[in-house]
């Protein structure tokens, strides 16, 4: 049995603020000069709620920078790859996507986080606008929403709740998500493996979102 190569895998970094939109022509540009013809942008761009605040105690200011990363800025950058792939017609059967790391927070409610949930649940919408806006030119949108993932920003706000859930079976399968479990759902809505699927959200988180009567 002969296993074909995998292909050479290459990596350009491009810096970013997603918040300046003026920057993101130039940034899409520098990529595909480095890279080759775009078929996939995964915006996974964001901020979290910190540190934690009564949402009737939130300030305008936080709530605005997590609009102007989370919503505002993945709105305009997913625009402008959009026109983009419009404008450069796809090398036959070319896979071509966008996809939105969203969140279990685009529908469950955090009261301490309410500009992180408000934008994700924005975000979400987002998505389907895109999704119904660009199939008839043959451009799939996927939604991602990660559960309770192990990772240095949910550290920051501390774990022990989230993990007397895992124990309680609050997150039926009782472990915590990693950035791998996120990571192998992208690659799959990436390479096209999910056809005949748009706009529609995926939970990466354990089974969480299944509503339980005890």
């Excluded at 955090?110 to 934008?119: E, F, G, I, L, W």
């Excluded at 192998?184 to 339980?212: C, D, E, F, K």
Aim: aromatic residues 6%.
């Amino acid at each position: 049995l002969s296993v074909p190569e995998a292909p050479e895998a290459r990596i350009h970094y491009q810096r970013l603020d997603i918040a300046d939109l003026g920057a993101h022509e130039a940034a899409l540009d520098a990529v595909e000069a480095a890279l080759g013809p775009l078929t996939c942008l995964v915006n996974n761009a964001g901020i979290a709620a910190r540190p934690l605040t009564d949402l009737l105690a939130l300030s305008p200011q936080a709530f605005d920078r997590s609009v102007d990363i989370n919503l505002r800025g993945t709105f305009f950058l997913s625009q402008a790859f959009a026109r983009h792939l419009i404008t450069h017609p796809a090398e036959q059967g070319a896979y071509r996507s966008l996809v939105f790391i969203t969140s279990i927070a685009a529908e469950m409610v955090s009261p301490d986080r309410a500009q992180y949930c408000t934008t994700k649940a924005a975000l979400s919408m987002v998505s389907r606008l895109f999704a119904l806006r660009l199939a008839a030119e043959n451009i799939h949108v996927h939604e991602v929403r990660p559960g309770f993932m192990r990772t240095a920003m949910t550290a920051s706000a501390g774990t022990e709740v989230i993990d007397r859930w895992m124990e309680e079976g609050r997150v039926p399968q009782r472990r915590w998500g990693s950035p791998e479990d996120v990571g192998q759902a992208v690659s799959t809505l990436a390479q096209g493996r999910l056809p005949y699927m748009t706009g529609q959200p995926l939970w990466v988180a354990g089974g969480l979102n299944i509503a339980q009567a005890t």
